[in-house]
């Protein structure tokens, strides 16, 4: 169970141990690529004091505890283009950090059809605790590198690595890469067009999801402060092995400095 410190005569709770890994993780923070790459749902992880969230481990390591493949995508992607990274290392069943907080997602209960025990009667202060050890380090970190390019007037494009599930609540999905975007458009728009020369797999814009009033990491990061911007949304059977990432990898990066040419 998470343990409870006190604090000036206020009880806080305390979820992640000294041990445990960070929440958040980062490559290459001072490359002056135009490109900073993140990844809200790396791992599929859970803090020892939340006890698995009364889910079995294979369970977690479905696509409902994380976006299977993204890291590794990602990774690739900071490589091939030297360029920063940011993630995120704890499941998006434990608080999701692209979820605003007022959203009813942020916490999950249910996630296809799958039940999650210890969201079912999260306090306040577990909620808080989740909020300030898990989704501020993460968000935080990428506030203070996108401060630190806009001091040095380093071009910024945000991209966020995603994945789904080739079959969500049933239904097939026909869709390969999802290109997202929700009121600036400028830099996913070129991206679209640039993949027609990079892909053969089936590309649609705002599909599986879109970018809106829900989404916390692309409005707060990049829309507020004008950066260009794309979310990308890759389906999970296609970048399962790492023969199959090295394949995506080179077609998003020839199509992420295509877009990039014809737009800054």
């Known amino acids: 169970m998470?343990?409870?410190?006190?604090?000036?005569?206020?009880?806080?709770?305390?979820?992640?141990?000294?041990?445990?890994?960070?929440?958040?993780?980062?490559?290459?923070?001072?490359?002056?690529?135009?490109?900073?790459f993140v990844c809200d749902h790396a791992g599929w992880q859970v803090p020892a004091s939340l006890e698995g969230l009364g889910l079995t481990k294979r369970d977690l390591k479905r696509h409902i505890g994380w976006d299977i493949g993204a890291l590794a995508v990602a990774r690739k992607l900071s490589n091939i283009l030297?360029?920063?990274?940011?993630?995120?290392?704890?499941?998006r069943l434990v608080i999701d950090c692209n979820r605003v907080?007022?959203?009813?997602?942020?916490?999950?209960?249910?996630?296809?059809?799958?039940?999650?025990?210890?969201?079912?009667?999260?306090?306040?202060?577990?909620?808080?605790?989740?909020?300030?050890?898990?989704?501020?380090?993460?968000?935080?970190?990428?506030?203070?590198?996108?401060d630190a390019r806009k001091s040095r007037s380093t071009p910024t494009i945000l991209v966020s690595i995603h994945s789904f599930t080739p079959v969500f609540r049933g239904i097939k999905r026909a869709c390969e890469l999802g290109v997202l975007f929700g009121s600036d458009a400028r830099y996913a728009r070129t991206f679209l067009n640039s993949t027609k020369a990079n892909f053969d797999f089936l590309v649609?814009?705002?599909?599986?999801?879109?970018?809106?009033?829900?989404?916390?990491?692309?409005?707060?990061?990049?829309?507020?402060?004008?950066?260009?911007?794309?979310?990308?949304?890759?389906?999970?059977?296609?970048?399962?092995?790492?023969?199959?990432?090295?394949?995506?990898?080179?077609?998003?990066?020839?199509?992420?400095?295509?877009?990039?040419?014809?737009?800054?």
């Open 2 to 36: 998470a343990h409870q410190i006190f604090k000036a005569e206020r009880i806080i709770l305390v979820i992640l141990s000294s041990s445990e890994k960070s929440p958040v993780s980062t490559l290459r923070m001072d490359s002056d690529s135009p490109y900073v």
């Open 204 to 264: 649609m814009a705002n599909e599986p999801y879109r970018v809106d009033e829900k989404d916390c990491t692309i409005p707060m990061h990049a829309i507020i402060r004008g950066n260009l911007n794309v979310l990308l949304e890759i389906r999970q059977d296609l970048i399962v092995s790492g023969a199959q990432q090295e394949l995506w990898v080179s077609g998003l990066a020839g199509a992420l400095e295509d877009a990039t040419s014809q737009i800054l």
């Open 82 to 91: 030297s360029a920063p990274l940011i993630w995120q290392n704890y499941s």
């Open 101 to 146: 907080l007022d959203h009813p997602g942020l916490i999950a209960v249910e996630s296809d059809r799958t039940i999650i025990p210890g969201n079912m009667n999260v306090t306040k202060d577990g909620i808080r605790s989740r909020i300030r050890e898990v989704y501020q380090p993460y968000h935080g970190t990428i506030k203070k590198l996108l």
